[in-house]
């Protein structure tokens, strides 16, 4: 599973057959998000969530999602550094990606690795995003279940208000709550959700954690979870929503390979090179460029515009 998931980060050639191979073993993980500011405890939340989880003998594949290093291209943070308690437990993988340039909180690549996961069989797959704030909404395109991590002291509530957060949480983790102040904190959320309370089907619960000494709360926020994951399934919600993203999935897919489409040729020497030239001088607009540059990629792949 690593050196797959190795591949699959890397852009190796083999990519695509893989994930064509593991394609039909999939569909069979729970994923769970979990998301927050920087600092909000999230790595050692999930490690409390993941011992939870494990008193089951169910399997998790963690995929931790960190800034990355401008030397190297790599995850700054260590995974098993954050999680090692669970480090050699051979029911738990943990897999830190660097986000590579990608915002939105997780890296190009995250939901492709969650499908190897999925395919080898784990349980459960707990994806932490990098931490960077209100940007931070990819995950709601991948998580069955997003849970958001706030805390007392650091103006959590009222980025709240001001980001899209509230509509990406399934279930908020007021965490370091035996800090002073995650009280309020808590409250002001039931308070933002009364005031949206007609507008939700499903209201997000508030739960209290702390991973100090014996984890309070732990137990209570995976029950929370569960229950919203019992509400999808109940509704016929859960379904619908793979459904789509599998739709959604396709288009990105095609969108991806144009892409790549359109690099190659501008990569080539000859009249698309000729053609930018044309638009540095201002001897061309960039739009007409474009369009004749799409004219020649169309042609040259044997596509039809009309289609």
């Given amino acids: 599973m690593a050196r797959i998931i190795s591949f699959i980060e890397n852009e190796m050639p083999e990519k695509d057959e893989l994930l064509k191979k593991l394609y039909p073993k999939t569909g069979r993980s729970y994923i769970l998000g979990v998301t927050g500011s920087p600092g909000a405890g999230k790595s050692s939340l999930v490690d409390r969530l993941v011992s939870e989880i494990r008193k089951r003998k169910e399997t998790i594949g963690i995929i931790a999602v960190d800034p990355t290093s401008p030397f190297t291209g790599g995850a ?42 999925d395919a080898f069989g784990m ?13 931070e909404l990819d995950i709601m395109y991948i998580a069955d279940t997003t849970v958001v991590v706030l805390t007392p002291g650091a103006g959590d509530s009222i980025q709240t208000m001001k980001a899209g957060i509230m509509e990406i949480a399934d279930v908020f983790a007021v965490n370091k709550s035996d800090m002073p102040g ?9 308070l933002m959700l009364d005031l949206q309370d007609d507008h939700i089907k499903w209201r997000p619960p508030v739960v209290k954690t702390s991973t100090l000494n014996k984890g309070e709360g732990i137990g209570e926020l995976l029950v929370a979870v569960e229950k919203h994951r019992s509400y999808l399934i109940e509704k016929g919600i859960f379904l619908e929503r793979r459904k ?5 999935e396709a288009l990105d897919i095609v969108n991806y390979q144009w892409q790549r489409l359109v690099r190659q040729q501008l990569n080539l020497p000859g009249r698309v090179n000729q053609l930018l030239e044309k638009v540095a001088s201002r001897e061309m607009d960039p739009y007409s460029a474009a369009a004749l540059i799409l004219e020649w990629i169309i042609a040259d792949s044997g596509l039809k515009k009309n289609n």
């Fill in 182 to 190: 995650s009280d309020g904190v808590a409250a002001e959320i039931e």
């Fill in 76 to 117: 700054i943070l260590g995974d098993r550094i954050r999680m090692n308690e669970h480090a050699l437990d051979k029911g738990v993988f943990i897999r830190s990606m660097g986000t590579r340039g990608s915002l939105g909180g997780l890296a190009k690549t995250t939901k492709e690795v969650a499908k190897v996961m």
């Fill in 123 to 135: 349980d459960w797959i707990i994806i932490e995003t990098v931490g960077v704030g209100q940007a």
């Fill in 244 to 248: 789509e993203r599998a739709k959604s």
